[in-house]
């Protein structure tokens, strides 16, 4: 392999890094509220009773959170462990590329993994998704390389690789699944070997088990099936948003609709030539294997979901994003060199669009830590600040981690809601933070709030602070 190829690596490398950097420190939303509820200010042992009583995953990330939160800020040192399994998710899909399909393809598929918004979303995101998705890639190179020069220590390390799959996240399971199907059928010469790595995944994961059972007792599939149900229009688009897409956000927005349309285009023109120009015979087992793979947990999710749970999310697809993205480079690559810059330009374009959009306010998670200075530059200690969320059921506020306690604070709906309200009416003034999406887009008509009207705005990107203050008249 040349020495421009590694160049190139190392520079989709960097590159992977510097975005992911450069979006470190935005305000934790969502599901991340969890973890940084779980490990901020927990000790180790706390942090397993919490995860055994309120999640609904394995502990491995919340472990490696742990202790990179002891570090500094948790509200951003949370996410150094996605942060570091996203960036080593690009060199590491080039090298089961290269072990696979060859350095071309590779290649490509890297930079797929580099410069998607999913998996940059993913890559601070304070979850275990991209951990998931570099030790799905890490456990099939080291099945890869235990099968072609068999070794104690190379079944070992894919046991050991494989064992953390499954820590960390349930959908795991299906690449887990795949791997070893894939494996028995083509390998039976190491039905042995590979039996007794998994039988050592089995009794390393035992351990777990009645944790796994008290999860379910209040499994989250229950929740997912209500606000994300299962149709061939939410299939539809979850799966393309899992290359250009954002999670946040409808494909309308990021990359765009012309953009999505171009990414079709290309990607079904460049697997329409590979598949006329046939497989090449000393790649058809690799590439049976990456299919298998990019189909794990697409095909693993629907099927469970079309009981009365549902595990159907675009982020729970992220195990088959490298395999993918792989695909996608090998079909590229085999369209021939004129044919193939071409595609392959128009599928990094796309991707190039959804990546700068991810810097764009509008397109990030809702700026809460530059809400709360707004409030810190503007506000006397003890005045009332008020969140607004959509979501009303969860008490998990993104506010309050960045909010000076020196402030009356409540999340409209919940607790200290009523005495907030009373304290904006003693001082004549409240801060009032709301996301301008959806139905929160228009005026808002508060009770607690008769006699005040809003006197000053701030905003940035889909977060408002409204300051409300007492209206003249009797």
Same mark, same amino acid.
């Given at each position: 392999?040349?020495?421009?190829t590694?160049?190139?690596?190392?520079?989709?490398?960097?590159?992977?890094?510097a975005?992911?950097?450069?979006?470190?420190?935005?305000?934790?939303?969502?599901?991340?509220?969890?973890?940084?509820?779980?490990v901020?200010?927990?000790?180790?042992?706390?942090?397993?009773?919490?995860?055994?009583?309120?999640?609904?995953?394995?502990?491995?990330?919340?472990?490696?959170?742990?202790?990179?939160?002891k570090?500094?800020?948790p509200?951003?040192?949370?996410?150094i462990?996605?942060?570091?399994?996203?960036?080593?998710?690009?060199?590491?899909?080039?090298?089961?590329?290269?072990?696979?399909?060859?350095?071309?393809?590779?290649?490509?598929?890297?930079?797929v993994?580099?410069?998607a918004?999913?998996?940059?979303?993913?890559?601070?995101?304070?979850?275990?998704y991209?951990?998931?998705?570099?030790?799905?890639?890490?456990?099939?190179?080291?099945?890869?390389?235990?099968?072609?020069?068999?070794?104690?220590?190379?079944?070992?390390?894919?046991?050991?690789?494989?064992?953390?799959v499954?820590?960390?996240?349930?959908?795991?399971?299906?690449?887990?699944?795949?791997?070893?199907? +894939?494996?028995?059928?083509?390998?039976?010469?190491?039905?042995?070997?590979?039996?007794?790595?998994?039988?050592?995944?089995?009794?390393g994961?035992?351990? +777990?088990?009645?944790?796994?059972?008290?999860?379910?007792?209040?499994?989250?599939a229950?929740?997912?099936?209500?606000?994300?149900?299962?149709?061939?229009?939410?299939?539809?688009?979850?799966?393309?948003?899992?290359?250009?897409?954002?999670?946040?956000?409808?494909l309308?927005?990021?990359p765009?609709?012309?953009?999505?349309?171009?990414?079709?285009?290309?990607?079904g023109?460049?697997?329409?030539?590979?598949?006329?120009?046939?497989?090449?015979?000393?790649q058809?087992?690799?590439?049976?294997?990456?299919?298998?793979?990019?189909l794990?947990?697409?095909?693993?999710?629907?099927?469970?979901?079309?009981?009365?749970?549902s595990?159907?999310?675009?982020?729970?697809?992220?195990?088959?994003l490298?395999?993918?993205?792989?695909?996608?480079?090998?079909?590229?690559?085999?369209?021939?060199?004129?044919?193939?810059?071409?595609l392959?330009?128009?599928?990094?374009?796309?991707?190039?669009?959804?990546?700068?959009?991810?810097?764009?306010?509008?397109?990030?998670?809702?700026?809460?830590?530059?809400?709360?200075?707004?409030?810190?530059?503007?506000?006397?200690p003890?005045?009332?600040?008020?969140?607004i969320?959509?979501?009303?059921?969860?008490?998990?506020?993104?506010?309050r981690?960045?909010?000076?306690?020196?402030?009356?604070?409540?999340?409209?709906?919940?607790?200290?809601?009523?005495?907030?309200?009373?304290?904006?009416?003693?001082?004549?003034?409240?801060?009032?933070?709301?996301?301008?999406?959806?139905?929160?887009?228009?005026?808002?008509?508060?009770?607690?709030?008769?006699?005040?009207?809003?006197?000053?705005?701030?905003?940035?990107?889909?977060?408002?602070?409204?300051?409300?203050?007492?209206?003249?008249?009797?």
């Open positions: 392999m040349s020495r421009g590694w160049a190139a690596v190392a520079g989709l490398t960097a590159l992977a890094f975005i992911r950097l450069a979006q470190l420190d935005q305000s934790l939303f969502g599901d991340e509220l969890f973890l940084y509820r779980i901020a200010h927990s000790g180790l042992g706390r942090v397993f009773r919490l995860v055994h009583d309120t999640e609904s995953t394995p502990p491995l990330h919340f472990v490696l959170a742990w202790a990179t939160a570090v500094g800020d509200t951003v040192w949370i996410r462990p996605s942060l570091v399994a996203g960036t080593a998710m690009v060199p590491a899909t080039f090298a089961l590329g290269l072990r696979t399909v060859g350095d071309r393809a590779a290649l490509l598929g890297a930079a993994v580099a410069i918004p999913f998996s940059i979303f993913y890559g601070v995101e304070g979850r275990a991209a951990t998931l998705g570099l030790l799905a890639v890490l456990s099939t190179l080291a099945l890869v390389r235990a099968l072609d020069r068999p070794s104690r220590s190379r079944w070992a390390l894919f046991a050991l690789l494989t064992l953390a499954v820590y960390t996240h349930y959908v795991g399971v299906f690449v887990v699944v795949a791997q070893g199907a +894939w494996a028995a059928w083509l390998h039976r010469d190491r039905l042995r070997e590979l039996g007794l790595a998994y039988l050592a995944v089995v009794i994961y035992a351990p +777990w088990i009645p944790s796994f059972l008290v999860q379910r007792q209040d499994s989250a229950v929740r997912i099936a209500h606000a994300y149900p299962l149709t061939a229009e939410s299939v539809g688009r979850g799966l393309l948003k899992v290359m250009p897409g954002d999670p946040l956000f409808p309308a927005g990021v765009g609709r012309a953009a999505t349309a171009i990414f079709l285009v290309a990607g023109a460049a697997v329409a030539v590979a598949l006329s120009r046939g497989r090449a015979r000393a058809s087992n690799a590439v049976e294997l990456l299919a298998v793979l990019a794990a947990t697409p095909v693993g999710s629907i099927a469970y979901s079309l009981g009365s749970e595990i159907f999310l675009p982020r729970n697809l992220i195990p088959s490298p395999a993918a993205a792989l695909l996608l480079g090998t079909a590229t690559s085999r369209a021939g060199r004129s044919l193939g810059v071409a392959a330009a128009g599928l990094l374009g796309v991707l190039i669009v959804g990546a700068v959009k991810t810097f764009d306010p509008d397109y990030g998670r809702p700026p809460y830590r530059d809400a709360a200075a707004y409030i810190e530059s503007h506000a006397r003890g005045d009332a600040v008020l969140e969320s959509i979501d009303v059921v969860t008490p998990l506020s993104p506010l981690p960045v909010l000076p306690r020196r402030f009356e604070f409540a999340r409209f709906g919940h607790r200290g809601t009523a005495a907030t309200f009373a304290r904006a009416r003693a001082r004549g003034h409240i801060f009032v933070v709301v996301p301008r999406v959806g139905a929160l887009t228009g005026p808002l008509r508060l009770a607690g709030l008769r006699g005040l009207r809003v006197a000053e705005s701030w905003r940035r990107g889909t977060l408002s602070v409204l300051v409300y203050r007492r209206t003249a008249g009797p």
